[in-house]
């Protein structure tokens, strides 16, 4: 069967850790999709003067390179995906305020015209501009299926209040609308999700950690049974959904784990 991927980020935050993973990927699937998560936008070292925009562009050059699609493009006749990029904003949900959420994030490095914290409304502003584009294009009448990492909606979110504050961002509710898609691929959350809202399908199909899939709760926070159908177009080129692994970075292991559990779900 002919089928295409969609990752709605937080892969990993090891480059090299992106590339074997989504080089495993594109060598699987016709054509992966993919948006960028918060944990790939960690720094881990490197260049001291790098930010995390600059991160950001190289894991965008570097799907250039590898073939894995981070603009909009027809997977089929009459169907085109267009992946989001976003960011959370603090005013997603009117929940209690907890002094923790402000360090959400911290392991990332923003520029001063950013406003140089990861909770600052300019970094989602920054990234929702990105779109601006992409948003405005005529899809001629196409199904479109859209992606972010972020959630675009607080009713997505059933976890615990006070963490839906960093969540997602209503803007970008705003452009999904604007796109007209008939189904949305999110992350971020760990938690399962397939329902609809406003004639749209939201769907979050997450492997999540490996304590995560280890969980009795297994169905709300992992993947078991591989990625999820999501569309299956008349040519018969299926697509799936899912929001890939954050694996943490102790390199000395990450290679090996991260291939491994490609091959073993992804199969």
């Known amino acids: 069967e002919r089928a295409a991927l969609i990752v709605a980020g937080d892969i990993a935050t090891s480059l090299e850790v992106i590339e074997a993973t989504l080089s495993k990927l594109v060598k699987r699937y016709i054509a992966v999709w993919y948006t960028v998560g918060n944990h790939e936008l960690w720094m881990d070292g490197g260049c001291a003067s790098e930010t995390s925009v600059d991160k950001f562009f190289k894991i965008l050059d570097l799907c250039h390179r590898l073939g ?24 997603f949900s009117g929940a209690q305020m907890r002094a923790a959420l402000n360090r959400m994030d911290w392991q990332c490095k923003w520029p001063p015209n950013l406003g140089g914290a990861s909770s600052h409304p300019d970094v989602a502003s920054f990234f929702l501009r990105l779109n601006l584009r992409r948003c405005s294009q005529d899809y001629n009448d196409d199904v479109v299926i859209s992606l972010s990492h972020f959630l675009p909606h607080l009713k997505l979110f059933y976890g615990k209040p006070y963490i839906g504050r960093v969540m997602g961002c209503q803007e970008l509710g705003e452009l999904v609308r604007r796109l007209g898609s008939r189904v949305h691929v999110f992350g971020h959350s760990h938690l399962n999700t397939d329902v609809m809202l406003a004639k749209v399908r939201f769907v979050q199909h997450s492997l999540g950690m490996p304590r995560e ?20 177009s008349p040519s018969k080129c299926s697509l799936y959904g899912t929001a890939v692994d954050f694996v943490r970075r102790v390199y000395a292991t990450l290679r090996a784990h991260i291939v491994a559990l490609a091959l073993a779900t992804f199969s």
């Open 213 to 232: 899939r280890n969980l009795w709760s297994f169905g709300i926070f992992g993947a078991g049974n591989g990625p999820k159908l999501i569309w299956r």
């Open 68 to 91: 894995v699609r981070t603009g909009p493009g027809k997977v089929s006749r009459g169907v085109t995906i267009v992946p989001l990029f976003s960011w959370w904003k603090l005013n």
